[in-house]
T-cell receptor, first 111, second 114 residues
Framework: AQSVTQLDSQVPVFEEAPVELRCNYS??????LFWYVQYPNQGLQLLLK??????LVESINGFEAEFNKSQTSFHLRKPSVHISDTAEYFC?????????FGQGTRLTINP | DAGVIQSPRHEVTEMGQEVTLRCKPI?????LFWYRQTMMRGLELLIY????????DSGMPEDRFSAKMPNASFSTLKIQPSEPRDSAVYFC????????????FGEGSRLTVL
């Protein structure tokens, strides 16, 4: 069975500062990894995904995540955040026909 | 192209009443998921259909909950009788390739049971 741990429930940062949202997973099989974003009063949207190949994946709005198999991590980073990045971010792991979401990390951006 | 459509967006009901939530997945998607989101428990998978057939309903809380997918373009989640602890946001999502594909979520149905 898979499990996902998002180590921080809330992360406050100042605008234009860098941010890292941490995600660790456990699985006995090969996995696909995802980050979803949920803006206020909306459903979740896919931000980026790792299926295979390069371990560094990027989104169109400046986020990136690196798959680290030895550390079983898939941390999400952005070098400079914007007010519009305020949202809840969910890490998810898929393996053995199961998709499991983490508890979410609420990112708040202070001006 | 229309996304996943859920109705109602908001529902307030009294304990003991029947609640029916509806979902229209994206046309051509063969998988449909019902999730429940609460502050305490986060995002929980309730049930997953593939080609209209329930594949995994291990997350359905109890017999008060039932879900159907009579055709590829419509699904319902029913709670009967409803209880205050069922208050949550219920999301429907669909995908092209089951759990391995990108999930497209609706905007959710916020249920409040008094």
């Amino acid at each position: 069975a898979q499990s996902v741990t998002q180590l921080d429930s809330q992360v406050p940062v100042f605008e234009e500062a860098p941010v890292e949202l941490r995600c660790n997973y456990s699985s006995s099989v090969s996995v696909y990894l995802f980050w979803y974003v949920q803006y206020p009063n909306q459903g979740l949207q896919l931000l980026l995904k790792y299926l295979s190949g390069s371990t560094l994946v990027e989104s169109i709005n400046g986020f990136e995540a690196e798959f680290n198999k030895s550390q079983t991590s898939f941390h999400l980073r952005k070098p400079s955040v914007h007010i519009s990045d305020t949202a809840e971010y969910f890490c998810a792991v898929q393996g053995a026909q199961k998709l499991v979401f983490g508890q979410g990390t609420r990112l708040t951006i202070n001006p | 192209d229309a996304g996943v459509i859920q109705s109602p967006r908001h529902e307030v009901t009294e304990m003991g009443q029947e609640v029916t939530l509806r979902c229209k997945p994206i046309s051509g998607h063969n998988s449909l998921f019902w999730y429940r989101q609460t502050m305490m428990r986060g995002l929980e998978l309730l049930i997953y259909f593939n080609n209209n057939v329930p594949i995994d309903d291990s997350g359905m809380p109890e017999d008060r909950f039932s879900a159907k997918m009579p055709n590829a373009s419509f699904s319902t989640l029913k709670i009967q009788p409803s209880e205050p602890r069922d208050s949550a946001v219920y999301f429907c999502a669909s995908s092209l390739r089951g759990v391995a594909g990108e999930l497209f979520f609706g905007e959710g149905s916020r249920l409040t049971v008094l």
